[in-house]
């Protein structure tokens, strides 16, 4: 017995001395001053070659390896900043800190991600020299904020209204590297849905791009059964004129639609069913009336699901003058009359999906609904998610929706031309949405002009250097596309200062494409102010995550175990 205590006693003091190993294993790195921030600035000037280089019409594509399939070959900003991860876990903070000032302009804008990442590094390293040379972080902080909203004021005056096809296809251009193909393509779509239509960009099955315009309402939901068809060559249901029953339950009971069968055999109509399911004797008797060829009928299921299939279902009712029948509402379905019923020019029916054109509902109802939603859009409290959906709501009813199809010889070059669709895409959006400037970061370094006068009227010392390193920032986009093509960029920055830095060569700037001066409007070089000037601004500057690593802190504790998950900076 005491010769198993003795070994019970060293089993546990094996134990007790390998838990304490373990406990100390999970240490803290700390690095101090400009050791930290040193450390820092190697990250983010790692994360901001690699960004830069895709910048301007003679940007580099980069390659990147991909955990599973062929390597994707990209042009996109915010693409290249998430795949880098860098080993030393200091630089990969300061990597982590631009990415999210990257991914922050691409969820606002959807485009000027490299711009923005540009942008970032100029302040931040101009920022570790002014701290380390001994000025207070928060004056810098304070002057930089100031300049900032300076510049916004003057570009939001100098900003165009975009009103033409041309200069939508001349932004769409620009932002996919010059491709005018793609830029027509977007331009033609934009045209046919209008401003609030919606349209997507998906991998095609052919070499060739293609696109498809759908103008009235469309939904992904097509027959419950094959029987319904009425064209076996195209495998569809085609009606005209017909009458449309909206449910928002369950149709099993031949008595809930024997009315309705009955209205639209006597006025001789054909006649679409959309409930959340039609099943047993319901599903039987309308495939009967239609094989005997008494009744054209067909049934669909309603789209969308819970509260989003209410919305959706509400929106069919005022676009074809009917009205949902729902438990909220004391009509049921056996007492249906033909004034509850919906009516639309035409209907069509795949297996895929169900298209309705010209309803007859009242302009003003469907104007009223649109502007419903876009004030459920506009509150604040709606999240991304519901307002992608409300967006596609409010594109099918109030313009159309267009899908382009990208296509290419390999998953590799697809992948590149939907990167670039896709951005030119957004470009075009933030265009549409808040007017355009002139392109090639000439925007950018006519307004830093402007700060001059800010500097002088500075609180302190601090703060003019807090001006200055906005104003020096400013000038580092410009300059990277000129670098991009094998030129001097100080050189062509500084005679396009010298020569065209009045206030009516505002337009004015450098064609890195062709190597000439010119006014970029009038090129088509343009960019749209929201996606490369306004908002990325904003969000380098009072970005939360990033106020503190653009404005220096003095510390930086890093806890290095992989085990532990907690970040502690500026302290």
């Keep these: 017995m005491h010769a198993f205590s003795k070994r019970s006693t060293s089993a546990l003091r094996k134990a007790n001395r390998s838990a304490t190993v373990l406990a100390r294993g999970a240490h803290k790195d700390v690095k101090f001053g400009h050791a930290g921030r040193a450390a820092m600035l190697a990250g983010i000037d790692t994360l901001a070659n690699a960004v830069s280089a895709t910048l301007g019409p003679k940007g580099r594509n980069v390659i990147i390896e991909q955990p599973y399939g062929g390597p994707k070959i990209t042009k996109d900003g915010v693409t290249v900043a998430k795949a880098v991860t860098l080993k030393d876990k200091f630089e990969n903070l300061g990597a982590r800190l631009v990415q999210d000032v990257a991914s922050k302009t691409n969820e606002i804008a959807g485009d000027g991600t490299t711009t923005a990442t540009v942008l970032a590094r ?14 207070n972080p928060m004056d810098l902080r304070r002057g930089s904020q100031k300049a900032v909203e300076h510049v916004i004021s003057v570009l939001e005056q100098k900003k165009r209204v975009i009103t033409t096809s041309e200069e939508i296809a001349q932004v769409a ?34 070499i060739d791009d293609t696109i498809e315009i759908t103008e009235g309402m469309r939904f992904d939901r097509g027959y419950i059964s094959p029987y319904f068809i009425t064209d076996v060559k195209t495998q569809r249901v085609e009606f005209e004129k017909p009458l ?14 024997l009315p309705t069968l009955e209205i639209a055999a006597q006025t001789r109509r054909p006649l679409l069913i959309i409930a959340e399911d ?25 789209p969308g699901f819970g509260d989003n299939r209410k919305s959706i279902l509400g929106d069919l009712a005022i676009l074809t003058g009917g009205t949902v029948f729902t438990e909220e509402l004391d009509i049921k379905l056996e ?3 033909i004034d509850l019923l919906g009516e639309t020019g035409s209907v069509t029916v795949t297996k895929e999906d169900t298209i309705f054109l010209n309803g007859a509902g009242s302009k003003d109802a469907i104007t009223a609904r649109c502007e419903q939603i876009r004030s459920v859009m506009n509150d604040p409290s709606t999240g991304e998610y519901d307002k992608t959906k409300l967006q596609e709501r409010l594109a099918k009813l109030s313009g159309g929706v267009a899908v382009i199809k990208v296509g290419g010889v390999s998953e590799v070059e697809v992948g590149e031309k939907k990167d670039r669709y896709d951005d030119a895409l957004n470009a075009t959006r933030a265009a549409v949405e808040e007017g355009i400037l002139p392109g090639g970061g000439v925007a950018l370094l006519k307004a830093s002009l402007t700060l001059k006068t800010l500097e002088d009227s ?13 104003r020096a920032a400013l000038s580092r986009p410009a300059k990277t596309i000129v670098e991009n093509t094998g030129e001097e960029g100080s050189v062509v920055v500084g005679h396009l200062l010298e020569k065209y830095s009045a206030e009516d060569k505002f337009e004015w700037g450098y064609d890195a494409s062709k190597g000439e001066f010119g006014n970029l409007v009038e090129k088509g070089i343009i960019d749209p102010y929201k996606a490369f000037t306004g908002h990325q601004l904003i969000h380098i500057i009072r970005q939360p995550s990033a106020t503190r690593v653009l404005y220096m802190p003095y510390r930086l504790h890093f806890r290095g175990d992989p085990n532990c998950t907690d970040v502690l900076h500026g302290l």
């Design 122 to 135: 100029a302040i931040f390293a101009e920022g570790v020299r002014n701290v380390a040379a001994g000025c």
């Design 244 to 257: 449309v029953l909206l449910s928002e339950k369950k149709i099993s009971a031949l008595q809930d639609i």
């Design 458 to 470: 500075a609180s302190n010392f601090d703060q003019k250097l807090g001006v200055s390193i906005i």
């Design 173 to 206: 251009t620009i932002s996919a590297n010059g491709d005018t193909h793609i830029g027509s393509l977007i331009a033609n779509a934009m045209e046919k849905v209008g401003k609030e239509g919606v349209i997507t960009v998906k991998e095609g099955k052919t």
């Design 335 to 337: 007492k249906a009359t």
């Design 278 to 302: 039609v099943d047993g004797e319901a599903l039987a008797a309308c495939i009967l009336n239609k094989l005997r060829g008494q009744l054209q009928v067909a049934c669909v299921k309603a």
